[in-house]
């Protein structure tokens, strides 16, 4: 018998099929692994593509406790790799293609994988920067061969996948890395408990407004690196939506074709992808006017943005939801917007700092002293820990780290914030971007609604100096008479500094990494905050 909810990883689309799913899985760009698919593809092809991937590993070697490392240019099937691996009892860990190749060599060490498996330019482009990849893998398997020394799918092709295998609760089913915004991200270990029961267990609910319906049309553009593709792909698939669309690319030659083509009626993007996108609404707002449900995660969103695709609906009452969460954790809080709740007036600004409150009978929270420790009163800006059952179970090769961010039961996020009397939950910085006066978040905020020529704002805090914001412009250069207007009676910043979007480092999630935007500037490594707790 069926669990009533998405439970085993390594099964998911066998399982799928048994329940009679019918959701069509298009994509805008054919698989990397498989691109003989073609761009539709249905879930018992899914679940072939996974047993087809397993036997490719089971004939490279692969056993049960293994870790299986995929990194690659970003596509969906990330997530059908990781299937395979775990399927044979394996710990699939995905790793982002956006990262520096001696990051993913210091991330490959930590891991020690039986396999890596990757695509022929991301380990060419690794070897020239001096780093061999393989070096840290048993054997590697390139998914579009060519390379010398490695297997290619021709090598294994043909494999077995022996009988799936179903690990216990609470061991490692599949590790996934954080974003890496302040430096070499962590390697997250998720569990069967924490990954499937809670976090997809949750979402593949059919809740009022967000649970997709039968008749929905549910895209996403996000890092398939990222756990959130795993816990998005069961959930959504486990509710049978009509269809599915799958953009692995935020760039609009790719994008806008798949947007238009398959009209989604529910929509979830990376902020920076829908800041990307924000722009061509005059002209493409066609695309978006089915959306009834839009989703932001990974990142803040700034309010200009969620009016601007709530105004780009057709949909009578569209919502934006928006979630504030970790790798660590999973979702911990969610705030819905409407057309209306971002009006702001003209004394306030608008925000999306409200992050809401935490999810019921899920999380808790409470904000405390970064000296002591100890719980503030409601209202006062600390830290903001949380309490949660998905909690990941450790760092790999940084036990050390990860027992340092927990206090008791209660897991430290590494965010600044305050929580009010009723648990509404207000964010003001990462603790390690903090400012000595105001947060950046806000400023970034306020700058983003006040000069709507201004496509991406980073404010750096600088610890013996007032901050830098750096500025994205479009179209005419910024104005230097308007930026002092409009920043008038915010906190004493420096001159901007003006950028390119294409010169702002970012992770494979779309996030500004801040530390190397500040060595790129010649500025201090850390602004007010410790970063001790990163």
Request: aromatic share 6%; net charge positive.
């Amino acid at each position: 018998m069926l669990p009533s909810k998405p439970l085993h990883l390594g099964t998911l689309f066998d399982d799928l099929v048994e329940r009679g799913s019918t959701t069509a899985i298009r994509l805008s760009r054919p698989l990397d692994a498989a691109p003989e698919a073609g761009l539709e593809l249905d879930v018992a092809g899914a679940a072939g593509l996974v047993r087809r991937f397993a036997g490719w590993f089971a004939r490279a070697g692969v056993r049960p406790g293994d870790r299986v490392a995929i990194v690659k240019r970003n596509h969906w099937d990330y997530v059908l790799l990781a299937c395979a691996a775990a399927r044979l009892g394996a710990v699939p860990a995905s790793l982002s293609g956006h990262l520096a190749p001696e990051t993913l060599d210091t991330l490959l060490r930590r891991l020690g994988p039986a396999l890596l498996v990757t695509d022929a330019d991301l380990l060419r482009a690794a070897y020239a920067a001096g780093r061999d990849l393989g070096g840290r893998a048993s054997r590697t398997l390139v998914v579009d061969g060519g390379v010398e020394g490695t297997l290619s799918p021709a090598d294994v092709r043909g494999g077995t996948a022996p009988p799936p295998r179903r690990p216990h609760l609470d061991a490692p089913l599949a590790v996934m890395h954080t974003s890496g915004t302040t430096g070499t991200p962590k390697l997250v270990v998720h569990t069967t408990r924490t990954l499937m029961r809670r976090l997809a267990g949750f979402e593949a609910h059919r809740w009022p407004v967000l649970g997709s319906r039968r008749d929905d049309t549910v895209a996403t553009s996000i890092s398939f690196a990222h756990g959130r593709a795993l816990a998005w792909t069961a959930a959504v698939l486990w509710l049978r939506p009509a269809a599915v669309s799958l953009i692995t690319d935020p760039d609009w030659d790719e994008a806008g074709p798949a947007l238009h083509r398959h009209r989604p009626t529910t929509l979830e993007a990376q902020p920076a992808t829908l800041a990307r996108w924000q722009r061509r609404l005059n002209r493409e707002a066609a695309a978006f006017e089915r959306v009834r449900l839009f989703v932001s995660t990974f990142d803040a969103v700034h309010p200009s943005t969620v009016r601007a695709f709530l105004n780009a609906s057709g949909r009578r009452a569209p919502v934006w939801m928006q979630g504030w969460g970790q790798s660590e954790t999973g979702p911990l809080t969610f705030r819905f917007f409407t057309r209306r709740s971002l009006s702001g007036s003209q004394d306030v600004d608008p925000t999306t700092r409200d992050l809401g409150r935490p999810v019921p009978g899920r999380t808790r929270l409470r904000a405390v002293d970064p000296r002591t420790l100890r719980p503030l009163p409601p209202g006062e800006t600390g830290l903001l820990y949380c309490r949660t059952e998905a909690l990941c179970t450790g760092y790999v090769g940084e036990e050390g780290r990860w027992r340092g961010k927990l206090l008791g039961q209660w897991w430290n996020t590494g965010d600044l914030g305050s929580i009010d009397r009723t648990g509404a939950v207000r964010l003001v910085d990462r603790e390690v971007d903090s400012l000595a006066e105001g947060g950046c978040l806000e400023i970034e905020d306020v700058v983003d609604e006040r000069l709507p020529q201004v496509l991406e704002c980073v404010v750096l805090g600088v610890p013996d100096g007032p901050p830098v914001p750096v500025v994205v412009v479009e179209g005419a250069p910024l104005d230097p008479g308007v930026w002092k207007e409009a920043v008038a009676d915010l906190p004493a910043m420096a001159e901007p500094v003006v950028m390119g979007w294409d010169d702002l480092p970012r992770t494979g999630t779309g996030k500004v990494r801040r530390g190397t935007l500040r060595e790129h500037l010649g500025l201090p490594r850390t602004a007010a905050g410790t970063g001790r707790w990163t």
